[in-house]
T-cell receptor, first 113, second 112 residues
Framework: QKEVEQNSGPLSVPEGAIASLNCTYS??????FFWYRQYSGKSPELIMF????GDKEDGRFTAQLNKASQYVSLLIRDSQPSDSATYLC?????????????FGQGTTLQVKP | DTAVSQTPKYLVTQMGNDKSIKCEQN?????MYWYKQDSKKFLKIMFS???????INETVPNRFSPKSPDKAHLNLHINSLELGDSAVYFC???????????FGQGTRLTVV
């Protein structure tokens, strides 16, 4: 079992729709969860981080965390073509205080005009 | 001002050569990292330094040697480059060990 798993996609949604990106992790003791966006040929860019169960909203983005199910998701409302990118889920394992990020393989999102 | 900057952005070199990548951050962070992104876009940690002390050393060939002269700088030296070392190498930094990390623009290394 991979430590952090994402569906590689591509996930295709029409402009204006809600894009839902999902991620599961294996380390039940994990405490810190991150979503990064990476455009082709660019570096990962932090979009959201979440530490507590529940929802966290920032503009059009909502991160959702369910530690009991070991599941974290990212919702993008009113999706725009500029949101087309690879979205990386990352987790800091529970045993780590070093900041070591474990990444999923990323989900490619395509927003079609 | 660029928060985490790496040089060079592109590096093309022949097998067997030795090369270095430099990284600097102006965020005042204590922890810096090297990550490698392979051809399948999978991002994996290689090393981490906290206040110039090595705290993460993943299973990486000993041809790779990081050095941190101070907490704002982290360099990566690679000896005897091999074809399989071709990848994008990202430097990153974070304020503390459990907080969010910010990435540099990456160095695309191509070994021919």
């Amino acid at each position: 079992q991979k430590e952090v798993e994402q569906n590689s996609g591509p996930l295709s949604v029409p402009e204006g729709a809600i894009a839902s990106l999902n991620c599961t992790y294996s380390d039940r003791g994990s405490q810190s969860f991150f979503w990064y966006r990476q455009y082709s040929g660019k570096s990962p860019e932090l979009i959201m981080f979440i530490y507590s169960n529940g929802d966290k909203e920032d503009g059009r983005f909502t991160a959702q965390l369910n530690k009991a199910s070991q599941y974290v998701s990212l919702l993008i409302r009113d999706s725009q073509p500029s949101d087309s990118a690879t979205y990386l889920c990352a987790v800091i394992p529970g045993s780590s205080n070093t900041g070591k990020l474990i990444f999923g393989q990323g989900t490619t999102l395509q927003v079609k005009p | 001002d660029t928060a985490v900057s790496q040089t060079p952005k592109y590096l093309v070199t022949q097998m067997g050569n030795d090369k270095s990548i430099k990284c600097e951050q102006n965020l005042g962070h204590d922890t810096m990292y090297w990550y490698k992104q392979d051809s399948k876009k999978f991002l994996k940690i290689m090393f981490s330094y906290n206040n110039k002390e090595l705290i993460i050393n993943e299973t990486v060939p000993n041809r790779f040697s990081p050095k941190s002269p101070d907490k704002a700088h982290l360099n990566l030296h690679i000896n005897s480059l091999e074809l399989g070392d071709s990848a994008v190498y990202f430097c990153a930094s974070s304020l503390r060990g459990f907080s969010e990390a910010f990435f540099g623009q990456g160095t695309r290394l191509t070994v021919v």
